[in-house]
């Protein structure tokens, strides 16, 4: 009685299964040792990135600091202070638009507007100009009155020209 199998199970289909559960157990632990690898290397790329950022804004920092102290002009060195005040600017040219829109559309016929200026601390405009009668000036200075955007219209002066033109000043409050 030789070569007598004792066993219920057959000994191929064991070979099989303890094999094909090694190899699952070979990728599992390969897919863990590389998902650690590169989470590591995440880790150190964030701190590259952070050392690169804190050298930066030292450097940023040192060179703003030297044209300080050198009394160079601060604004030159912040941007952001530049973009703010260009942008204070911006709105300033607007105002001033703004007013002379608003003069260009009281305009009355007959007038001609020589001189324009514009005062932005005391918010008030100067305008000379010359129309063709005393009556085209009193229809502009009302007018500019019946405007909104104006608060007062004072007329500074009024006179006649050689040529027969009036010639006029009047000093405006803007709102």
Same mark, same amino acid.
């Given at each position: 009685? #030789?070569?007598? /199998?004792?066993?219920?199970?057959?000994?191929?289909?064991?070979?099989?299964?303890?094999?094909?559960?090694?190899?699952?157990?070979?990728?599992?632990?390969?897919?863990?040792?590389?998902?650690?690898?590169?989470?590591?290397?995440?880790?150190?790329?964030?701190? &590259?990135?952070? !050392?690169?950022?804190?050298?930066?804004?030292? @450097?940023?920092?040192? !060179?703003?600091?030297?044209? *300080?102290?050198? !009394?160079?002009? @601060?604004? =030159?060195?912040?941007?952001?202070?530049? *973009?703010?005040?260009? /942008?204070?600017? =911006?709105?300033?040219?607007? #105002?001033?638009?703004?007013?002379?829109?608003?003069?260009?559309?009281?305009? =009355?016929?007959?007038?001609?507007? &020589?001189?324009?200026?514009?005062?932005?601390? &005391?918010?008030?405009?100067?305008?000379?100009?010359?129309?063709?009668?005393?009556?085209?000036?009193?229809?502009?200075?009302?007018?500019?009155?019946?405007?909104?955007?104006? %608060?007062? =219209?004072?007329? &500074?002066?009024?006179?006649? %020209?050689?040529?027969?033109? *009036?010639?006029?000043? #009047?000093?405006?409050?803007?709102?």
């Amino acid at each position: 009685m #030789m070569n007598m /199998n004792l066993s219920t199970e057959q000994t191929g289909e064991l070979d099989q299964s303890r094999a094909s559960s090694s190899w699952g157990l070979i990728i599992i632990s390969i897919v863990f040792v590389l998902t650690a690898a590169a989470a590591g290397g995440l880790i150190l790329w964030k701190k &590259t990135l952070t !050392k690169q950022m804190n050298d930066a804004e030292a @450097a940023y920092q040192a !060179k703003y600091d030297q044209l *300080i102290k050198e !009394k160079r002009n @601060a604004d =030159v060195a912040d941007f952001q202070k530049r *973009i703010t005040m260009a /942008n204070d600017l =911006v709105k300033e040219k607007n #105002m001033i638009l703004e007013n002379v829109q608003f003069v260009e559309r009281s305009v =009355v016929p007959g007038l001609y507007l &020589t001189k324009y200026e514009n005062d932005k601390k &005391t918010k008030m405009l100067k305008l000379e100009g010359v129309a063709d009668k005393y009556e085209t000036v009193a229809k502009q200075v009302l007018s500019l009155k019946a405007s909104d955007a104006f %608060s007062s =219209v004072d007329v &500074t002066k009024v006179d006649l %020209s050689p040529k027969g033109e *009036i010639n006029f000043s #009047m000093e405006i409050k803007v709102n």
